[in-house]
């Protein structure tokens, strides 16, 4: 069975945003929000959902290296409640540990292949979420599988 997913790299300034298929296990990058007095972008965030009608959410996680929790933990998990609480679709966490660095790498590739444009952090954080997700969706196929 397939089904639409959201997948945030949620930060205090910005969130990454992008969508992804279950079937296809791909994600694309999509949007980046911006935070204002210290808010996310809801209105942003149900913009993306009436699009995309995803039937689940998934927001990034980070731990450190060791695998302890990360100083973010607490106010990832508010975001998470309340974005269950105001679109009242199923949220889980994954695992987003070194998802940014890793994006940041791919663009740098991409830059050394030919590209021409500066790397934004915004595209970084699109694509950490494109990476969250499909992390997630290689995960949740494996469990199908089981």
Known sequence: M?????????????????????LTGLATPQ?????????????GIERLIQLWRPKLLVVGMPRKLDGTDSSMQETILKFCHELEKRTKLPVQTANEQLSSREAEQLLKNARQAGR?????????????AAIILE???????HQQQL
């Open 2 to 22: 397939s089904i639409t997913v959201l997948g945030f790299d949620f930060g205090l300034n910005r969130t990454g945003v992008a969508v992804g298929n279950t």
């Open 31 to 43: 949007a980046v929000l911006y935070s204002q007095n210290n808010q996310p972008d809801w209105d």
């Open 116 to 128: 021409k444009r500066k790397i934004r952090k915004e595209e970084i954080d699109q694509l950490a």
């Open 135 to 141: 992390n997630w969706m290689h995960d949740y196929a």
